[in-house]
Structure formats: C-alpha cells, structure tokens
C-alpha cells in the first residue's frame, strides 16, 4: 500500500521539528559555559566578603528583650553575614557557620546568650 503525503501533513511534522529544535535550543541556553570558563555573556559579579561573627563584641544584648530590631542591631555589632533566634535546649544542626549570629532566648524572651556558629 503506497503512503500518501499531504501539504498538511508536511506542514504538521516541520512543526513538530521545529518544537523540537526550540526546546533543545531553549534547554541548552541556560547551562553557560559547561568547560567552566567564562561564556562571554553578561559580567559576573565578583563574590561578597566573608562576614566574620564576633559574639564578644554583642555581648551587650544578653538581656535585652529578643524583637527583629534587636535581632538585626546585634547582628550587625557582631559582623555577622546573618543571625538567627535559638530558645534554651532547643535542637540545633551541628554544622558551624562562621558568618551566623546566634541569640539564645528564655520563655520570657530575653537574650541569655549570644554566640557564633
């Protein structure tokens, strides 16, 4: 039996490759250089320093109330890149974080310690 083609079905498979060839374009446009160097697109920013935390220098805000103000202050006198709020005995991950502030509070909410890590 002799296959018959038409102008639509021409029309349908160019379409069809056309979906195809788009999508790998489209697929590989995202990935940069896979060789690791530069892909002579838009320039790269440089990475930000490293913000060391110094819990000496914020020890101050043990006893203060913990508001995101006083978050934020003691996060900044300390250097740190971040900081976070822990409450007494609660569970931590063991990974230390030399840029991350950590303010201890009580159940009233007062700072009992601050520390790195």
């Known amino acids: 039996m002799p296959t018959i083609t038409t102008p639509a079905l021409h029309r349908r498979l160019a379409a069809l490759a056309l979906l195809g060839a788009t999508t790998l374009v489209a697929g590989c446009a995202g ?5 690791g160097g530069s892909s002579g697109g838009a320039a790269q920013t440089a990475p930000r320093p490293v913000q060391v ?5 914020a020890q101050s805000f043990v006893g203060k109330s913990n508001t995101s103000a006083t978050l934020e202050a003691a996060r900044k006198q300390s250097g740190a890149y971040m900081a976070r709020v822990l409450r007494e005995g609660q569970p931590t991950t063991m990974e230390f974080n030399q840029e991350r502030l950590n303010l201890v509070v009580d159940g009233t909410g007062r700072i009992v310690a601050v520390r790195c890590g």
């Open 53 to 57: 935390c110094n819990a000496a220098s």
């Open 31 to 35: 990935m940069g250089n896979p060789f």
